[in-house]
């Protein structure tokens, strides 16, 4: 295949505009989103390329899932914009107690193919109400599927996969990726939901991690081969379904496992898999499976204390070593 080096916003604009060439039932709804393309460009051409079909609302969090829902049970394929991932608080009704639950309550005669997205993620000193990772709350609840992609060819392949679902899909894009660069196939491709890929491959400790922490893992094993530790990495990519047995291969392998992610470390992700991996892949570790994740306060304003409740690279170094006893 043949690649160019675009970034995750252009990629998103691009899988947008050619899902909604191929499907007419695919819009966009949300809040500001043809006067700026979008607050991190991610939806540029899209609104003078497809009139009508990128609809701006209310700042009503409510009302913007619920049009969505009640469009995706009438036979269309929204994608909910919803500005920032704080803001799905104000919509939790719509999206864990109706969203999630109608494909089962009628027992499969609905079919519910809405995309809810939304930027996620600190470091960018936007404070408390602007930088969560709250994937864990949808994880959590039955009936939606969780995306959390890293680079830009993951983006575009995702973003596909999820608009040709027909469940609900949580779809979360790091704040600190938009601009990230990566290689990204011109032709036609998708990436299948659950399906998670190997970003280094390592022989002496593997770390499990999504989202912008993916980055952070990779510097991180640069660092740690230069004391001769070789780790290998995995980015899920989708935390629901998740591949456990991308993991368990991997940990068959290098018999020491770290799970890493932004998100507050208690309750976390991070839990699950070290849960997973401690019940199925036991006689395969040297040492238990451990976590990394921020510290459980409100993410702070200020840089400096933001760094300091964040998950940064010596953190993941440290941690590789505490597995490894090194």
């Known amino acids: 295949m043949t690649d160019r080096i675009i970034s995750c916003s252009d990629a998103l604009a691009e899988a947008l505009a050619e899902e909604m060439a191929r499907d007419e039932t695919i819009f966009i709804i949300g809040e500001d989103l043809t006067a700026h393309d979008g607050i991190f460009g991610q939806f540029k051409g899209l609104h003078a390329g497809f009139p009508g079909r990128v609809i701006d609302t209310p700042i009503s969090e409510t009302c913007i899932v619920g049009a969505g829902v009640g469009a995706a049970l009438t036979g269309m394929r929204p994608l909910v914009d919803l500005h920032f991932a704080d803001f799905f608080t104000t919509a939790m009704d719509e999206i864990a107690n109706q969203t999630a639950k109608i494909r089962y309550m ?19 000193s936007a404070a408390a109400h602007h930088s969560q990772s709250l994937e864990n709350w949808f994880i959590h609840t039955p009936g939606l599927k969780v995306v959390v992609p890293s680079e830009p060819a993951d983006v575009k392949g995702l973003i596909k996969a999820a608009l040709r679902d027909d469940d ?18 011109e032709e036609e491709y998708l990436i299948p939901l659950g399906k998670g890929d190997i970003k280094r491959q390592g022989t002496d400790i593997t770390m499990i991690t999504y989202s912008r922490m993916t980055y952070f893992c990779l510097e991180a094993a640069e660092q740690l081969g230069k004391e001769g530790i ?7 990519r989708t935390l629901k379904p998740f591949d456990f047995n991308l993991i368990a291969t991997s940990i068959q392998k290098t018999f020491h496992a770290l799970v890493v992610h932004e998100a507050c470390l208690t309750g976390g992700f991070g839990a699950e898999i070290a849960a997973r991996i401690g019940e199925e892949l036991f006689d395969y570790l040297d040492a238990p499976a451990m976590r990394i994740g921020a510290k459980d306060v409100p993410i702070p304003f200020s840089p400096v204390l933001e760094n300091y409740v964040l998950p940064q690279v010596e953190d993941i170094v440290e941690g590789a070593k505490r597995v490894l006893n090194r």
């Not at 499969?108 to 960018?124: E, H, N, R």
């Not at 609900?168 to 196939?185: D, E």
């Open 230 to 236: 070789d780790a290998e990495i995995i980015d899920l």
């Open 106 to 124: 009628f027992g499969g005669q609905a079919k519910i193919p809405v995309v809810i997205w939304a930027p996620d993620g600190g470091g960018l």
């Open 168 to 185: 609900p899909v949580i779809f979360f894009q790091h704040k600190k990726l938009f601009a990230q660069t990566g290689p990204v196939p």
